[in-house]
């Protein structure tokens, strides 16, 4: 693909007119990301496309869509530029058009770039290195503790996190990300001023506040089936990497690694049991090219970022607290439940349980009950 | 490789003077599978070698080799034939030299075939097509259930399957080959008469009876650990390909794959939970470029043997335990974990996991967690 002219990025921040003229462009009817781009690689900008006059035009676009840029702007449009000004006055709102030189260069150079990008959040996030994480919805338990430890792991590591804020995997992946240095990006397929599904609501919230939410949508637009798996391609375009936790044959996540491969992105995929339906799209992909990664190091391997500095190694464990760390699990547990689990004396346990405390591997909650603490290698 | 010339394949079956001379031939000092081929594509056969001379025998390999085949037969090696042709005489009990006939013709293409195997069984077996299925001797239950599942299919489809007789895997895979038409072949890594391990005489008796045991190593050979990865490229030597169901990091049942790569066959390996350490060994091998199959169909459809007829589906797990089971997932849990997913009291739920694991529906395994065991359709 051809990029856009250097001369035409702007480096200071749009103002009203240019934005009502870059929604005017993106809303008239006909004109998509692809004939926007044509538009503006010939004229230089909305501004010198809504001057050039209707023959001009119709040398680069049928006429029907040549005679609608030169239709008077409509009280739709106008209304929507009003609305997305009025948002635009509100903290951490912001519009990117495909001009500005912080547009992100990734994103910029896939076949279909949006026109425009409506961020809410911190900005800055969009020139981070990223990587998309992304995955079913009906995730399982384990793919979703899988996606939070990789998320969790790759931002640590200085890598913005890119997913769709969907349940399950997406939600998983967000929440891991928020927890690292990388922070997260979500890429919705709705207008910026609204959050789908409800249930996402507080986790949009805090993504708002922390890391920055992103949409190619005007504002008001409303979840359509339509929109969201090519929303995907922004996902797989923001980011250097896709890495796919849980899939089912056939699924959206899979749609999104296509679209990856596509644009000459990496991708990662996590295998799992061959019982299991979430593990076959994963295994499709595997079986197509895509990288098997067990392991956060291997996918910032492929990603040719520094794995993480670990922390000291924690004081190895004695060897008969092996049945005891199994019988802990990781969830909070009362101590008297674990005397029953092991079999052991009040006393002995106590001992133990101490021994664990003083290594740091072991937490007592204020109701009495007591939690592994598991330290990452 | 140089393949054997054709003047030299017998198809009559050798009479106890020849058997007596590649015994001699093997047996001597020095002399192996590879300089045993060289002496015999230039001679023609072991009594040739035996009346050359060792003039001319020192124009094909050092002196101390040459004077060694020239020496008188020794008392060892002569009570060695002696045991062997009594060994000989009893029903089942078959020597195949690379020479002859019915030498199985893929396992005479690798660059070190056996110069002699010694049969137990059903000799005509040696002629079918063959896929070897190998995997860990510490295997978990779900992988045993798997190796059987796999092996019978491929049976059922025609394919003999050759394993190696170890505990685990292959024996799961010995078991659910003898269910098929196709049969199984045992490659073991001890002479033909010893049974290596102790527990598997059962098995070893029954796949004499209905398949065939085959070794390279003469009768009264103990079990010697160097024997046994060499044999392992007598097992991928015959196959067409190899399916590796689990396989520790660096393991056994890697170096097949390898030989088995190296002799240019098919290498299939299953996939599984990245929390498994059974699983990293294929993985790996994944990575450097096997086969992932999920299904027998997959494997069937790679060595182009057509699939299976299916039979009926079986009767579906009772319902009341379609939470649980979906709870469980396909990965390693641990049972506090499982607690808070159906929020259960402890005792409810060890109740129905003892329930599932009565009905081979699930595993314990060493470090506490539980972990889901589907059985073959």
Not at 26 to 50: M, Q
Not at 193 to 212: S, T
Request: proline share 7%; charged share 15%; hydrophobic share 45%.
């Amino acid at each position: 693909m051809q990029d856009t002219a250097p001369h035409t990025v702007i480096a200071s921040p749009p103002d009203s007119r240019v934005i009502a003229d870059w929604i005017r462009l993106e809303g008239t009817a006909g004109v998509g990301c692809r004939t926007g781009r044509l538009l503006l690689d010939a004229f230089g900008s909305p501004a010198a496309i809504f001057r050039a006059g209707q023959a001009a035009l119709a040398a680069h676009v049928p006429a029907v869509q040549a005679a609608a840029l030169c239709a008077p702007l409509s009280s739709e449009l106008a209304r929507q530029i009003e609305l997305t000004l009025a948002w635009l006055s509100e903290a951490h709102h912001h519009v990117l058009t495909l001009h500005d030189a912080d547009y992100p260069p990734a994103l910029r150079q896939i076949p279909d770039p949006p026109l425009l990008l409506y961020v809410n959040g911190q900005r800055a996030l969009l020139s981070s290195p990223m990587i998309a994480v992304v995955g079913s919805r009906n995730a399982s338990t384990q793919g979703k503790a899988n996606a939070q430890a990789f998320a969790e792991g790759l931002s640590h590591a200085g890598l913005c996190v890119v997913s769709g804020m969907a349940l399950g995997i997406d939600t998983a992946a967000h929440e891991g990300a928020l927890r690292g240095s990388g922070s997260t990006i979500a890429v919705i397929g709705t207008g910026p001023d609204r959050v789908y599904p409800a249930r996402n609501r507080p986790l949009a919230h805090r993504i708002a506040a922390e890391g920055c939410i992103l949409s190619e949508y005007a504002l008001g637009t409303p979840p359509v089936a339509a929109n969201f798996p090519r929303r995907n391609r922004i996902i797989s375009g923001l980011a250097a990497g896709v890495l796919v936790v849980e899939a089912a044959a056939q699924s959206g996540s899979l749609i999104t690694a296509q679209m990856a491969a596509e644009q000459g992105r990496e991708v990662f995929a996590l295998p799992g049991s061959i019982h299991s339906t979430l593990a076959k799209g994963c295994h499709q992909l595997i079986r197509e090219g895509a990288q098997l990664v067990e392991t956060v190091d291997e996918v910032l391997a492929a990603m040719r970022v520094s794995p993480l500095v670990r922390q000291a190694a924690p004081p190895p464990v004695a060897a008969g607290n092996a049945t005891l760390l199994a019988a802990l699990g990781h969830d909070p547990v009362e101590p008297d439940a674990l005397l029953a689990r092991l079999g052991l004396e009040a006393g002995a346990l106590a001992g133990e349980l101490l021994a664990l405390e003083l290594a740091g591997l072991l937490e007592r909650l204020p109701d009495g009950r007591v939690q592994r603490v598991v330290r990452a290698a």
